[in-house]
């Protein structure tokens, strides 16, 4: 059984540019939420989505989006870089339709170098 | 919103005893333990869903006092392989979720 995966694992972007991050979750889940952490922080909740709509955001920028497919994979989108966004980003997955419905199993993450 | 954990940091010897604590100023609905190595992804322990309720997860085990919105984490005969940074996660809506400040936990020989 294939736990949450992220892709890539590694990206290095300029000021300015663009970037998405792939997450594909736990067999069973139907949940993806995404997490910025940085270097010595923890992480920090930037969305959720569910049934492909977004359920729930944290205190991030519009220049964060994401978005949910209908096999329960996720992207996220980060618009204009800036150089704070450098970051681990962690995707986590849960089932809202389990019992213990918030229960979450990360991923290895992305790690983001913003030059 | 961010719960507050106690100790910030903590150094113990193989064997000893370790308690972590998250406090939030927020109603709690869940409280989650994650163990976080450096470079690597949290790693889920366990989730308190009922107050008062403990949990256990081999020599781990957790509380969460509802009224108080406080958990606490228990490592009793600490192994190495127990060192990492320790975050409690908090929800209060069931659909966002908060990390704590973070316990970083190092057990020596």
């Not at chain 1, 972007?13 to 139907?30: A, E, F, I, N, Y």
């Not at chain 1, 492909?52 to 220049?63: A, M, T, V, Y």
Request: hydrophobic share 30%.
């Amino acid at each position: 059984d294939a736990g949450v995966t992220q892709s890539p694992t590694h990206l290095i972007k300029t000021r300015g540019q663009q970037v998405t991050l792939r997450c594909s979750p736990k067999s069973g889940h139907d949940t993806v939420s995404w997490y910025q952490q940085a270097l010595g922080q923890g992480p920090q909740f930037i969305f959720q989505y569910y049934e492909e709509e977004e359920r729930q955001r944290g205190n991030f920028p519009d220049r964060f989006s994401g978005h949910q497919f209908p096999n329960y994979s996720s992207e996220l989108n980060v618009n204009a870089l800036l150089l704070g966004d450098s970051a681990l980003y962690l995707c986590a997955s849960s089932s809202l339709a389990g019992g213990s419905k918030d229960t979450q199993y990360f991923g290895p993450g992305t790690r983001l170098t913003v030059l | 919103q961010q719960p507050v954990q106690s100790p910030q940091a903590v150094i113990l010897r193989e064997g000893e005893d370790a308690v972590i604590n998250c406090s939030s100023s927020k109603a709690l609905y869940s409280v989650h333990w994650y163990r976080q190595k450096h470079g690597e992804a949290p790693v889920f322990l366990m989730i308190l869903l009922k107050g008062g309720e403990q949990k256990g997860h081999e020599k781990i085990s957790a509380s969460f006092n509802e009224k108080k919105q406080q958990s606490s984490l228990y490592l009793t005969a600490s192994q190495l392989s127990y060192s990492g940074t320790y975050f409690c996660g908090a929800s209060n809506t069931g659909n966002q979720f908060y990390f704590g400040t973070g316990t970083s936990l190092t057990v020596i020989p």
